[in-house]
């Protein structure tokens, strides 16, 4: 191994450091945060299957029983999911989802809507008001972790 003289200086240069390219430091830990989802239903076991499984995959969940609640976390947190049941006091899913996407700000969150009602008009006014999928209860955790990894690329 080469050695150095007594008193010179070894300075480490780095290829991209002339290019002017730079991360800041907190892009560098919201790209080690892991996804957020937020669940919004005003069943608190569908809220513990789900967010059960959702945190043994890895991603950090809030948790909201009503579309108030769900609407002030969307907008304070900035959730990369929102899991979504149509009825719920406060809000409703409908009325919530449209409010979601009018705002330019959370208009690029995807919602996962949870239903118990089947009917394929129900699923078509959920895509109206900008679903991008819709589950009808009984839920399967392994289908529901599914849908989110694939909406999340995840």
């Excluded at 608190?44 to 769900?70: F, M, N, P, Q």
């Excluded at 394929?120 to 008001?129: F, G, I, K, S, W």
């Amino acid at each position: 191994m080469p050695q150095t003289p007594p008193g010179t200086t070894t300075v480490l240069t780095f290829s991209d450091a002339d290019a002017g390219l730079s991360w800041p430091a907190d892009d560098w830990a919201a790209a080690l945060e892991p996804p957020t989802v937020l669940i919004a239903d005003d069943d608190e076991g569908v809220r513990d299957l789900i967010g059960t499984r959702l945190r043994a995959a890895g991603y950090r969940t809030l948790i909201a029983s009503d579309g108030r609640t769900a609407m002030a976390l969307a907008l304070g947190e900035r959730p990369q999911l929102v899991l979504l049941a149509v009825d719920m006091p406060g809000l409703d899913g409908f009325a919530f989802c449209y409010e979601l996407h009018s705002s330019p700000q959370t208009a690029h969150l995807p919602v996962i809507f949870i239903s118990a009602r089947a009917e394929p008009a129900e699923a078509e006014l959920a895509r109206v008001v900008g679903a991008e999928d819709y589950l009808v209860r009984p839920l399967d955790p392994a289908d529901v972790l599914r849908r989110v990894q694939r909406l999340l690329h995840h």
